[in-house]
């Protein structure tokens, strides 16, 4: 596993990204608390290949673990405890999603503008789906209870790299990692394209040196593998 992974680490790609958010969804996701800050340290805990990120949603001083996911555009609450604690209506309009690697429909709710923060980050007006019923194999898998996902809103303003070493995402303004953070080699650059809110690569697979097939891989943070492919 290397050490180091860029989330987003060009101007084309930053610009990409950044524009899709901008047009998509205005004001919302994380950035920084304080306007003129432009670096933060997050420290994290590793679960079975799981990155766990310490949020806090709301005015609640309770700290809650959220896997961070590139894999997910949407983030979600799985402790249906929270349709209660957000007074969410019942009678409203259900969002169905599709669970990752099992493919069951998960039924959600909507809590529209809630407040979220990680340390110096704040994600002021944030849609969160909440989960019909508590997702408890998530957890299982981790070993250590969760309580939500977060993917997409985390990194749509912000450049981030996680070193899986230390345990800890390095989130910089957008602006300052352009002028001042160090250039990345070109030969650790990998063009990226974003689909619903989740980034693809292209590769491709060789079954001899005849056969050289084409493939899209989802960057998935989330999946706990190094690689998963179809049948």
């Not at 590769?203 to 084409?214: E, L, W």
């Amino acid at each position: 596993m290397q050490k180091k992974i860029y989330i987003i680490c060009s101007l084309l790609l930053l610009s990409i990204f950044y524009t899709h958010f901008a047009f998509g969804q205005g004001v919302a996701g994380f950035q920084f608390s304080k306007p003129k800050q432009k670096f933060a340290r997050i420290p994290f805990q590793l679960h079975n290949n799981l990155i766990i990120i310490p949020v806090l949603l709301n005015q609640s001083k309770d700290t809650l673990r959220f896997i961070l996911d590139t894999g997910v555009g949407n983030t979600i609450l799985i402790d249906s405890s929270f349709i209660k604690k957000l007074a969410i209506d019942t009678q409203s309009r259900k969002v169905f999603i599709k669970g990752s690697g099992l493919g069951e429909q998960i039924s959600t709710y909507i809590a529209p503008l809630q407040k979220m923060s990680v340390q110096q980050l704040i994600a002021p007006n944030t849609n969160i789906l909440v989960c019909e019923k508590t997702l408890t194999y998530i957890s299982e898998y981790a070993g250590i209870t969760i309580h939500g996902i977060v993917g997409y809103d985390f990194f749509a303003n912000l450049v981030v790299t996680i070193d899986y070493e230390q345990k800890e995402l390095r989130v910089f303004n957008v602006e300052y990692f352009n002028k001042k953070a160090k250039k990345i080699p070109e030969n650790q650059l990998y063009p990226i394209q974003i689909q619903k809110k989740k980034p693809y690569i292209k590769a491709s697979i060789s079954y001899d040196i005849s056969q050289n097939i084409p493939i899209q891989l989802l960057m998935d943070t989330g999946a706990g593998h190094s690689l998963s492919l179809d049948e």
